[in-house]
């Protein structure tokens, strides 16, 4: 791994900022962390973690001594963030962030920085359903993949900071142009969170089922959308706002492929249903195998007693 | 819990058959359990793993001193199986199962049972991806839901002998219709598998993305459909295949919502987003109060190394 830095600034201490935070710390990447968020309350409660050496939430101020600064703060938001920053930026100073839609973000941020600030917009594909300082966790990136779409141009010296960081945290770097990143998450992110929310919101406005038996008998499968349908609202409404193109575009094709399938229960092909449920396994095969997953069935995960409540 | 039955019979010995044999025997719910399925393989594993008292190909041989039968075979192989045991079975034996579909379930197994053979349709919301009788357990049905949709008439003491079986094996019993219970399924269990199954076959088939970038960056979310998508394909056949009405039912309301959605995305309805984005954490609040799920993060389940591969 690389050198340590002498000072990081996090803008936007939620889940992933505190945990960058947090494994700055652990993993000795920054002599000095600084925090900063225009919520009071969020402040006090960095403080009272200990997770910064300094919080604040004066940004000029935050970012001015900072070598890294790392905008942790839904996408929709990164724009005004950048264009407040970026004259009290130091020569030299980095900045990065952790949003999950790059094309907008690069299009929101770039245009407000001096040349002698390099941008390399990172996407650390991890994360849980809950928000705040509070849910954060040192070791959220271990082994989990983080995307740099540093765009054309941008000092390699910089991208290898940025890298460097990244990999201390003990995330694994791919880098990629922030198009085809956009695409990659639509897929596997965007429109999985998307279905989610949709299906249970579906489940909420039913007449002829309740939201008692719904919620009762969700072992069946629903339960893994719920999970996923918890996530941040404001970062996802950002999410599919920012990256309209792309995620329309790929549930464009969902839709294609629903309309088959829904045609085959219709019509009572059960070959076409076989030869999908067989093909869709060994897509799981390869994740389990690539180790972003543990192959321990999860529907057997521990269960407190229902009867408790 | 009721009285010890003598013989219990299990028709079908994957991954539900199998946890019921090991959870009858490890809480002492029946005297013997024997084991019948045509697949001599299966009856290999059976007789090697020592979870019943008898393993035989011989359906008849099989379920001839039972008091309890209990098919675990897919949905759609219900009727032929109910077919071929019904002149077996001894005066006062009681017939089950634990299809994931009970309409059809009762349709096609009661017109062949004598009157004397009670069917007290059953069905244990619970479940792994995982099929086989090597991948059963004891425990699988420690306070999870099993649904009893005993027709109409149904002699009590048969539905009082299936309920203490399965409170045995630590289920909740609650009994429904078996409508009822189809259409809530639905949107529980059978439109989430539907839609998982779904858009991991939309990944497989694009060009824009490579397969390999959809496992590697799968943490954020797509995973998680992978998962259930992973799940036995001829059982899921037969679900769809069986369950059609109900399940086409609520995917019209799915593709209405999604519709929906899919303009406020279009549109930039920020607003729209926000609001189905909130309304659904609060059923996910409820299934983790109901303890059918942990409220620990799943994103941070135990990882191994990806680098190992």
């Known amino acids: 791994m690389g050198s340590v830095l002498h000072t990081v600034a996090i803008v936007g201490l939620g889940l992933i900022g505190s945990s960058i935070a947090r494994g700055a710390r652990t993993y000795g990447l920054a002599d000095r962390v600084v ?17 910064a050496d300094r919080a604040t939430a004066d940004l000029a101020e935050g970012v001015a001594k900072a070598d890294l600064v790392i905008l942790c703060v839904p996408v929709g938001a990164i724009g005004m963030a950048a264009a ?106 965007h429109v999985p ?51 309209k193109d792309a995620v329309l575009e790929m549930l464009g094709r969902f839709n294609e492929d629903l309309a088959a399938l829904t045609k085959a229960i219709r019509w009572g092909d059960g070959d076409a249903l076989f030869e999908l449920f067989t093909r869709t396994r060994a897509i799981r095969k390869g994740i389990v195998a690539m180790g972003q997953e543990t192959a321990e069935p999860d529907f057997g995960r521990a269960r407190p007693d229902p009867k408790a409540n």
């Open 193 to 243: 969170h998307l279905i989610a929310y949709n299906i249970v919101g579906t489940a909420a406005d039913l007449e002829t089922v309740t939201q008692s038996e719904v919620i009762k008998f969700s072992a069946g499968g629903f339960r893994d959308f719920t999970r996923i349908a918890a996530s941040d609202p404001t970062m996802w409404r950002d999410v599919f706002l920012t990256n």
């Open 35 to 51: 925090a900063v968020d225009r919520d009071e309350a969020v402040l006090e409660r960095v403080r009272a973690l200990g997770i």
């Open 84 to 189: 407040e920053l970026a004259p009290h930026l130091k020569p030299g100073a980095i900045l990065s962030d952790v949003g999950s839609v790059k094309g907008s973000v690069v299009a929101a941020a770039t245009p407000h920085l001096k040349p002698e600030n390099p941008f390399v917009p990172a996407h650390p594909v991890a994360g849980t359903e809950y928000s705040g300082p509070d849910s954060g966790f040192a070791t959220m990136f271990q082994n989990r993949w983080c995307i740099l779409t540093p765009p054309e141009g941008t000092d390699e010296t910089a991208v290898a900071t940025v890298t460097a960081f990244w990999e201390g945290l003990g995330a694994i770097v791919e880098t990629m142009t922030p198009e085809h990143h956009d695409l990659v998450l639509a897929i596997t992110s």
